[in-house]
Nanobody, 114 residues
Framework: QVRLVESGGGLVQAGGSLRLSCAAS????????MGWYRQAPGKQRELVAS???????NYADSVKGRFTISTDNAKNTVYLQMNSLKPEDTAVYYC????????WGQGTQVTVSS
């Protein structure tokens, strides 16, 4: 069974940085595209970054140039480096196996204060 465990969230001031991690198990990590979603209070969950099987990346316009998604296949882990954080980045962040919609971890809270 696929299991995703996110970590690395916290409280940070605007302009600061955080690095989120997501450890995946129960799957062959290297042959799966991965994504990071976020859900702010009262809003729908949105995809902010994705990385393909070939490890090419895509980003939502709102985070482009500030966030970087990467993977470590040896550790079955996907990361989200978040720089120049803004209060509007405040949300619960979830990683996802893009071919397995509906499989979610517990998420990690990111709060950016102004």
């Amino acid at each position: 069974q696929v299991r995703l465990v996110e970590s690395g969230g916290g409280l940070v001031q605007a302009g600061g940085s955080l690095r989120l991690s997501c450890a995946a198990s129960g799957m062959i990590f290297s042959i799966n595209a991965m994504g990071w979603y976020r859900q702010a209070p009262g809003k729908q969950r949105e995809l902010v970054a994705s990385i393909s099987i070939g490890r090419s990346t895509n980003y939502a316009d709102s985070v482009k140039g500030r966030f970087t998604i990467s993977t470590d296949n040896a550790k079955n882990t996907v990361y989200l480096q978040m720089n120049s954080l803004k209060p509007e980045d405040t949300a619960v962040y979830y990683c996802s196996v893009l071919s397995m919609p509906g499989v979610w971890g517990q998420g990690t809270q990111v709060t950016v204060s102004s």
